[in-house]
């Protein structure tokens, strides 16, 4: 009897594992550890929201897949707010987490062998993996002239702002995207999960869902949302997708029958989170001033910071290889992410989270004057 080859073949070693020693080395320090490597929210969850998953808690039965009644409004609100989206023609539906979606998403929508997925040349590692589980082949392209004419494309992510680099693409940018890619009956996803969070002027984040980048038709169009950062609830893994009826219905129907269903108390979490502004720009500040405070101290080290317009990161070089960047830093008991970890353009560059305490943040221009 054959056995075919684990689906975890398909798949590169996991990212962070190769940190480990860096982080052993980085803990060691005098002074303990300073984790900017992965961008996991260290603030409270919001009392409104605790409260919400504590009244829910008491959840025998089933949760719907496609959320709540409640649910699906609060989403429909919040997207028509933060994305500038109209609500007519737009579905929403909930997604445990973002990570989820994004790695389960070609699979979700059929692609397979012979189809060709077009990612960023630098970022988020799990757009690749999909496409690895999927079967499938990925295309990394900044510019999508370098996609064959023949390729059989199939999807095309976006992520602005972007992770790990910061960078926001205008509008204009986006919409030729989503131009070329009807042009060819592919689907576009934009992730959008750091939406919220633009920094300078001038340059501000933009999402697939504006009238401005799809003509107002949510036609093969999908933007996939966190509130991970925005309402420090990682440990909740509650996102949504919102875009085209037909797509969104699609992947409501699949994931009925493989149970990814949100939990019922995560739920009522997210009416509560994503009806209530304040808590969210309350930490949108705490990162606008730790923001300041890493850039601030890596410039004055030595660094150069490239793009870094929005989002939770800040994109560094010295202009070396990054592991020794790694290296150098975690002798200071600093913990970054290596810039190849987003491909290989990245191999000159390190990625630090705003995410660190507020104590732990005010040390690392110490940290890196040490000799």
Not at 44 to 49: A, H, N
Not at 51 to 62: F, V
Not at 137 to 164: E, F, I, M
Not at 307 to 329: K, V
Request: glycine residues 10%; neutral net charge.
């Amino acid at each position: 009897m054959s056995v075919s080859a684990p689906l975890s073949s398909r798949l590169p070693d996991f990212t962070w594992d190769s940190l480990d020693a860096a982080a052993t080395l980085a803990a060691a320090h005098p002074g303990g550890l300073i984790n900017l490597s992965m961008g996991t929210p260290v603030d409270p969850v919001p009392p409104v929201i605790r409260q919400a998953l504590a009244d829910a808690s008491d959840a025998p039965g089933y949760p719907l897949t496609a959320g709540t009644v409640e649910l699906r409004r609060a989403m429909l609100a919040w997207v028509s707010r933060a994305c500038g989206a109209g609500v007519d023609g737009l579905a929403v539906l909930p997604t445990i987490g973002s990570k989820e979606l994004v790695a389960w998403l070609p699979t979700l929508l059929g692609i397979g062998p012979g189809d060709v997925v077009v990612i960023p040349s630098i970022c988020y590692p799990t757009y690749d993996d999909g496409v690895r589980l999927a079967g499938a082949t990925t295309v990394r392209a900044d510019s999508l002239t370098a996609v064959g004419p023949t390729s059989r494309v199939r999807l095309v992510w976006l992520n602005s702002p972007g992770n790990p680099t910061g960078r926001v693409l205008p509008a204009a940018h986006l919409r030729k995207v989503v131009d070329w890619a009807r042009e060819r009956g592919a689907v576009v996803a934009s992730d959008e999960c750091y939406l919220p969070l633009g920094w300078t002027p001038g340059a501000d984040p933009v999402s697939v869902l504006s009238p401005e980048v799809c003509g107002g038709s949510y036609d093969g169009v999908l933007a996939v949302h966190s509130l991970s950062k925005r309402s420090n609830l990682a440990g909740y893994r509650a996102g949504l997708v919102a875009g085209d009826p037909t797509l969104v219905g699609e992947l409501l129907r699949v994931r009925k029958h493989a149970g990814m269903i949100v939990p019922a108390p995560v739920q009522a979490a997210m009416v509560a989170a994503l009806g209530d502004q304040a808590h969210a720009d309350e930490q949108r500040e705490r990162y606008r001033a730790r923001r300041k405070v890493l850039a601030a101290a890596f410039t004055d080290a030595g660094f150069t910071i490239e793009h870094s317009e929005a989002g939770l990161y800040l994109w560094l070089t010295r202009g070396e290889d990054c592991w020794q960047t790694i290296d150098w830093l975690a002798r200071r008991g600093i913990l970054a992410a290596a810039g190849v970890f987003y491909g290989p353009a990245g191999s000159q560059h390190v990625r630090v989270a705003l995410t660190e305490s507020d104590e732990r943040v005010a040390q690392v221009a110490d940290r890196l004057a040490e000799r």
